[in-house]
């Protein structure tokens, strides 16, 4: 066994350190109270190669591993879990997915500008009676000559807004079945796709994220993304590379409780000591630490799992769902170690509570990972 | 076309050292880093470079865990490394450090038209290797550069001194110690990092130096020190500050 992270991946870490304490921790506050997506963090993660990271350098990316991106998103993540969030899905989800099933042509029309983080990515699929029930979906595609016509309402689109390259996913053929549905890949400004209403959301707010809404929307068939009737498969290959990125996410936040904790609780004196000196304390950050590890480890197997090219599936639920869980659990803590100045707006704790919460519900909720876990195992 | 070479120091970086008991130190889970004012002058180097063309070498003299340091010296815009590597290297003095790099400049990195210098190491700051590297080349060393312009065959360079700056100006070659403000470091991104390792190193070790001497500074301990405060409290009126100034000056801060 080797718990090693190469040379590189712990230099690249350190590169990611510094990048987020000079341009993202200054405004991390100022970005989730605002609401705000940081257009300008993005470019400068763009100029770095960040943004494509496992992509491979004649599609414009760094040509690294899954690994090293999961590394990327822990650490951004740890000073600003929704920055860290656009990252997973803009790499995680939608790179990967072009890369896996895009023909040759499509890598090397939408590839680069996405690794350049020129373009900003986002995956459409849930719609308002279609979340974990990806079946339930309205959305239709219809043949038309060499075009295809969507129509539907999506909702809860991450990047949105702000995104360049997004990939589509609705019924070809109903009557298909599991086999029924298509993806396409619908470059912004195509008429017909308009951005909707804009969620306001309990955390992750400087991630923003809309309704889609297609009315009419005329497409090439040259985007079809993969085969038709592929849909649903891609969107399950495209989760479950996602949901490494979510625990690596939630293991972010998790060591950014962890600092703040130990932090406070050595400085804060009640009773004539620092409240570390407490038992009940103490104990609560000797948990936090261990859980931690556990996270960060699941979450690392997972990714060396997908870089050795084998199946990752159940590793990737697995680890999605104990650092979210975790996460959640742990940043309660955080606030309650700082008591009352942890509950009030301006202590990291209070936004990292906040962010936690969603890890338990986005790309698969805490009990649809226990559906894909169990379904493994009891098949 | 320039030869540039930038020296570096791979250092503990200080956030990870813990107080361990009483005077001891823990060093048990420090992590290294380039030493913060050499990267101003690795930066420098490439800077120029960049504007003038030429060639950037980095040198680095330490420990087995150099060649990590090496890596990420290489990912920040240098062409060539030279390792200088040995565990006998590990706590050299500088007087020993500086002989080791004018013997390498001198019999492998020849010829060379500027070596760059942090003003100190981010350990020890003692700021002598820059200048005794200068010594032992007989080129002139200018210390505490903050700004710096080329002009026909010779370098200009603004010098942070205590009350005033000096501008000076030197032949080429020559030595440079850079102040922080001389530029802001760049930050690599992934692809500097993956390709730093396939950038050509030259690796020395102690015996490509056969007058090597043992440091004559021998570190005996490393102790941590303990500020004792003396809490004495003074009041709020012309009395209380007169007795501040009476004990400052027993303790010999105002005179």
């Known amino acids: 066994m080797d718990f090693k992270l190469t040379e590189e991946q712990e230099l690249i870490r350190k590169n990611m350190r510094e990048f987020c304490e000079k341009y993202v921790d200054p405004i991390a506050a100022e970005i989730d109270e605002q609401a705000r997506f940081p257009k300008e963090v993005f470019e400068k993660l763009g100029a770095g190669d960040w943004m494509g990271i496992p992509v491979p350098t004649k599609y414009g990316g760094a040509g690294s591993s899954y690994l090293t991106h999961i590394v990327a998103v822990e650490e951004l993540s740890r000073s600003c879990a929704a920055s860290g969030f656009t990252l997973s899905i803009h790499v995680g989800i939608v790179e990967m997915l072009l890369l896996l099933y895009g023909t040759e042509d499509q890598k090397q029309k939408y590839l680069p500008p996405l690794a350049r983080g020129e373009e900003l990515g986002a995956f459409v699929l849930t719609e308002p009676g279609a979340g974990t029930d990806v079946m339930a979906a309205q959305t239709e595609i219809t043949r038309d000559g060499d075009d295809y016509v969507i129509n539907g309402t999506k909702t809860f689109t991450s990047n949105g807004p702000n995104a360049g390259v997004y990939i589509v996913f609705g019924w070809t053929d109903k009557s298909a079945g599991r086999k029924g549905m298509s993806a396409f890949i619908v470059p912004k400004g195509t008429p017909g796709m308009r951005v909707g209403e804009h969620f306001q959301k309990m955390g992750i707010r400087a991630s923003q994220t809309s309704e889609m809404i297609f009315e009419n929307c005329r497409i090439p068939k040259d985007n079809l993304l993969g085969k038709e009737g592929d849909g649903l498969a891609i969107a399950m290959t495209g989760l479950d590379h996602g949901r490494i990125g979510i625990a690596a996410q939630s293991v972010g936040i998790l060591q950014a409780a962890l600092d703040e904790s130990i932090k406070y609780s050595k400085q804060r004196i009640q009773f004539g000591a620092p409240i570390s000196r407490n038992q009940a304390i103490a104990w609560m950050i000797a948990d936090m630490a261990t859980d931690l590890a556990a996270a960060r480890f699941l979450t690392y197997h997972a990714a060396w799992l997908k870089d050795e090219g084998k199946p990752f599936s159940r590793e990737a639920s697995m680890a999605k769902l104990f650092a979210a869980e975790a996460a959640m659990k742990h940043t309660i803590k955080a606030v309650q170690i700082q008591g009352g100045y942890g509950y009030c707006k301006g202590a990291k704790v209070e936004r990292l509570m906040r962010d936690a919460k969603i890890t338990e519900i986005y790309e698969g909720t805490s009990e649809a990972q226990r559906m894909v876990i169990s379904g493994s195992l009891l098949r | ?255």
């Open chain 2, 1 to 255: 076309m320039l030869h540039i070479i930038a020296c570096c120091k791979w250092v503990i970086d200080e956030v990870y050292i813990k107080r361990g008991r009483g005077e001891e130190i823990d060093f048990s889970s420090v992590d290294w880093k380039i030493s913060d004012y050499d990267r101003h002058a690795l930066e420098e180097a490439v800077r120029i470079k960049d504007s003038l063309g030429g060639k950037v070498t980095v040198l680095t003299v330490g420990a087995e865990n150099a060649v990590k340091g090496m890596k990420d010296m290489l990912s920040r815009g240098a062409d060539e490394g030279c390792l200088i590597k040995d565990e006998s290297f590990a706590r050299l003095d500088p007087a020993v450090t500086a002989d080791i790099i004018a013997h390498a400049v001198k019999s492998r990195l020849s010829p060379y038209d500027l070596i760059f210098f942090g003003d100190g190491s981010s350990d020890l700051y003692a700021r002598q290797v820059g200048p005794r590297v200068a010594a032992k080349l007989g080129i002139s060393c200018l210390t505490g550069v903050r700004k710096i312009a080329f002009k026909d065959g010779y370098v200009e360079a603004e010098r942070s001194l205590e009350r005033e700056i000096e501008i000076v100006q030197a032949p080429l070659p020559v030595a440079i110690t850079v102040l922080p403000e001389i530029n802001t470091p760049r930050i690599p991104g992934v692809k500097d990092t993956l390709l730093a390792s396939r950038k050509p190193v030259l690796n020395l070790s102690s015996c490509d130096f056969p007058d090597y001497t043992v440091p004559a500074v021998r570190t005996v301990a490393i102790k941590a020190v303990r500020l004792d405060r003396g809490c004495v409290f003074f009041e709020n009126n012309a009395g209380g500050i007169s007795s501040l100034v009476e004990e400052l000056k027993k303790k010999g801060i105002l005179s």
